[in-house]
């Protein structure tokens, strides 16, 4: 029996004792419905609960607060049920868009009954664990919980912002052709060199101008190959850069920017990979294709932000997952003792780019509009807008990303085209 | 439905008590009846869950008490049994308000309202059959039921004590 059968046994107990200690019956009689309701909740209580349950989830990923239908059906095959509560177990921060995930109905033997509901979330990865069912007798004195494991899972994966094409102009480019400047000469779009003229050559690819000033032979224009490479993207998951003030964090924004990133690049044909740092190391071993981006994106779904000693600063990166040469793009607002690493990247010949939410403007952007405010964020600006010109000055591609402008709106100019010194270095 | 059938057996439950204690000229018992009976009444709006246990306690215990000073065991039974059902009811409304919209209510609220009046037909009816079927028993029997009584109070203690 629970509790709300308590105070009733106290009261039969309490009448039959006085009836019997006062003699009197017309007491005994007092306490003859209470037992009547008391052996009526004990005999229409629920033996044993058998159920058969069945969990559809409409969709194993979806994008961000965009409903998914849950459908769920249950049949029971057990003895019948008078009062029963059936309720899907939510995972984390899912919620209910539309009808519920719980029900309260009446289930006879052998009858089934079915419904579904709507869910979303934000972004993270959820796993469906269980149904609860509480069955009754029709007075709520016997309940009986069993917990029925039941799997599923739902993706709620990062938006991402499609863009045309990021300029990236690492060393070393693959065989295969793609849209990444490879320096050797060969078919293309760009002007890469002069050379003699070969058998096959196309008529239209013969310099006429520098034929005429050497009859004796001829030459052909070369143009750029253009070939897919490999890029590594460093997502920074570290507490202490992302996590501002009271509990405000840059952690989406970057998610944000290392999808749309990694979309581009798998676009492009390019190999990539993807590294989580933070709390621990994670890495996605580079592929190609759609495969690829559904792994990246899934990673980046389970992706949170967190701290440890190990990983506190950048210098800890495992160079060696990167091939050599090979293009880096690090997404991070950069804390102070990060500069130094991105240089020995790039001292180390890879091509780094940083995409960088600025966390001076976000901090300040919630910060009250006190005059020492104004004055650390000046102070603060400066000192990273002198950081990233240095960054810049190594050969490091930098977009400083005010977050408050939204990264298709960013993005897309500042990556889609090489910036003019860039072009100009040719490194 | 619900709020509605409550509202009847609380006034089932507290009226016999406030006319017989009153007849009795306890007037104040009836006032303090009473009283419990209005907060019972206030704690369905207010969503006081505990008022109903305390509702349920009260009366019947006052029942049982005018029964042993002489009042009409019919009116205190009838107390007896509107007390049960309108706690009965008070934990039905709360359960009823965790389902939700879609649920088929109405259908869970007719089954139950039905069980609950057949179970108070029953009750009633067995309060007066026992009212008019008296069994002389020694004092041996006596003694046997009180320390069975006794002992079944004290087990049932332990149980919940180890159960909670």
Redesign the interface.
Known sequence: ?T??A??????V??????G???????????A???V??LL?GLWKAPREIQLEIHRIVGSERAAADVPVQVKLAVRNTGPGL??V?IEDILPGELQVRE??N?????LPSGSSFS?SYSVSGRRGYYVFSAVQVQASD???LLPRRKRLPLGGQLFVLPSLVRMRRVAIRPRRTNVYSGTIPARLGGPGVEFFGVRSYEAGDPPAWINWNISARHPESLYSNEFEQERVADVGIVLDGRLRTNLLGEAHSLFEYSVQAAASLADTFLAQGNRVGLLLYGRYLHWTFPGYGKIQRERILQTLARAEPGESQVFSDLAHIPKQLFPAHSQIVLVSSLGLGDYETLLQLRARAYQVMVVSPDPVRFELGFLSKRPEAALAGRILRMERSMALQKLKHAGVQVLDWDVAIPFDQVGPGMLGRPPAWFRAIGR | MVLVAETFCILAGMTPLIIGYYQSNLSMVAIGCAGIGLLWLLSQWRRWTWVATLGLLMFISTAGLGVWIGMSPILMGLSVLGSLLAWDLADFSRRLRSAVPEDDLRSLEKNHLMRLASLGAVGYFLILVALFIHLQISFGWIFLLVSASVLGLLELAKRLQRGG
Do not use: N
């Open positions: 029996m509790k709300r308590f105070p009733l046994i106290i009261l107990y309490g009448l039959v004792l006085a019997l200690v006062t003699l009197r019956g017309e007491l005994l009689a007092l003859l419905p209470l009547v309701y009526t008078e009062e509560v009808g519920s719980r029900h309260m109905l009446s419904w029709l007075f709520g």
